[in-house]
């Protein structure tokens, strides 16, 4: 594969995962980069060179390397890495006044893992001031000088590229951020720190995961050959629960350009797995064997009383579904959310075959809107609810059932109809936009 690039050959730059190092005459780093889509990233710089972030190393390089990854996790850890090895010039200047980010492993008996914001560490260890200071994320441990055998990654340029990998690490091997203590942390109950120090047993387990850890951040060991191996395990050990949280992970892992706000939200994103089986419980009750592997939710949004949308969101075992995302353009009223959502069921329900059959669909209202909707979905079949928008009750119509979710049952709901909110807001507010700015 081809790797060097001068500015006139970026056309030619593949479209996947990987790191970008803009050369100068002597072939060295002036600037470091990583993407999910090396060769539009690469454009984007060109295209925008009129910028004074990039006017400089852009007017430097003579030629564009490019070092594709399998993933993004993968690319953040190797543009840490080259970064580190070659210190560009443009890297340096063109960070914030926080400085990049680190990730501590400490030397402790139990080693917490943290993040730290500096101007620089150096090879012995001292931690060298940003302007702001040093500071940690939610936590109050802040070294003049760490010890001889911590362990120290980075720097991580972008803000929340160290956060985002140690959210994501933590949903496959528990770590703590905190020295032992008299009662064991929430995180313990949540499986995200486990062994927990405070617990004082399994300490070589505990370490066991530290090494891993330390694999992964130095590339060492890959993160997709981890979860493969671990999806695997569990499945011949019948612990299908873990097995489908993995999964959840590996699909993350190769999600493509939405993959970074994906990251950073992966582990809200992981636990509503777990609470959309929870949700599955309550809601058995009200329509027994009902088994949510295909969701959707309703929400109706307007500007003014003009372009009135009906957002469909889908979610299936979990995960949001945008490929089969449907947007609703409203023609038979024009500031009426029930009679728009009844529309766009209507219409909805006739691609039951093409589209797929929800297993329950989800509206974004109270009774007004339930109304005029349930007379198109009895006739389909398909288990409905509705989530009142300021009392946060549920509807089941269906069973004449009001509750108070709770738990699981309301991280499920409420995830889903926030997206179709989000889905059909945004679409709205862009047609006023184009229509009228």
């Known amino acids: 594969m081809k790797t060097l690039f001068t500015l006139k050959e970026v056309g030619e730059i593949p479209q996947t995962y990987g790191v970008y190092l803009f050369l100068n005459s002597q072939k060295k780093p002036v600037y470091i980069g990583k993407s999910v889509n090396l060769k539009k990233r690469v454009q984007n710089h060109l295209q925008n060179s009129f910028d004074t972030k990039t006017i400089k190393f852009v007017s430097e390089a003579m ?75 939610k936590e109050e441990w802040i070294p003049d000088q760490v010890g001889d055998d911590t362990t120290i990654f980075g720097p991580y340029l972008k803000n929340n590229d160290a956060l985002s990998l140690l959210r994501y690490i933590r949903q496959i091997i528990p770590f703590a951020t905190h020295r032992p203590q008299k009662k064991v942390c929430l995180y313990r109950e949540l499986g995200l720190c486990d062994p927990c120090p405070s617990e004082g047993v399994r300490r070589p387990e505990y370490l066991k995961n530290i090494q891993k850890i330390k694999a992964l951040l130095s590339g060492r060991t890959k993160i997709s050959r981890l979860l493969i191996r671990d999806i695997k395990k569990a499945s011949q050990k019948t612990d299908f629960e873990k097995a489908q949280k993995l999964l959840v992970l590996q699909q993350s892992l190769t999600a493509g350009e939405h993959h970074s706000r994906e990251l950073w939200d992966f582990d809200n994103r992981a636990f509503f797995v777990r609470e959309q089986e929870g949700a599955t419980k309550v809601l058995q009750q009200y329509f027994p064997g009902l088994h949510l592997s295909r969701v959707e939710c309703f929400d109706a949004s307007h500007h003014w009383g003009q372009y009135l949308y009906v957002g469909m969101v889908v979610f299936k075992d979990g995960l949001a579904q945008k490929d089969n995302y449907r947007l609703f353009s409203i023609k038979t009223t024009t500031n009426n959310d029930p009679k728009a959502l009844q529309e766009a069921l209507a219409r909805r329900l006739k691609h039951l075959v093409d589209w797929g059959r929800p297993d329950l669909i989800i509206i974004d209202g109270g009774l007004p809107q339930l109304s005029a909707v349930g007379g198109v979905l009895r006739k389909a079949r398909i288990p409905y609810m509705g989530l009142a928008k300021k009392e946060e009750i549920l509807h089941i119509p269906q069973k004449n059932a009001t509750l108070m979710p709770t738990g699981g049952l309301y991280t499920f709901v409420t995830r889903v109809r926030d997206e179709a909110h989000r889905f059909s807001i945004t679409k709205s507010r862009q047609a006023f936009r184009k229509n009228n700015l």
């Open 63 to 137: 030629v564009i390397k490019i070092i594709p990854t399998q993933d993004e996790f993968d690319a953040i850890i190797l543009e840490a890495r080259l970064v580190k090895t070659h210190q560009p010039l443009y890297n340096i200047e063109l960070k914030d006044d926080k400085g990049p980010s680190y990730i501590v492993i400490t030397d402790d008996l139990w080693p917490m893992v943290k993040i730290i914001n500096c101007s620089s560490v150096t090879p012995d260890h001292h931690v060298i001031p940003a302007k702001e200071g040093i500071y940690t994320k």
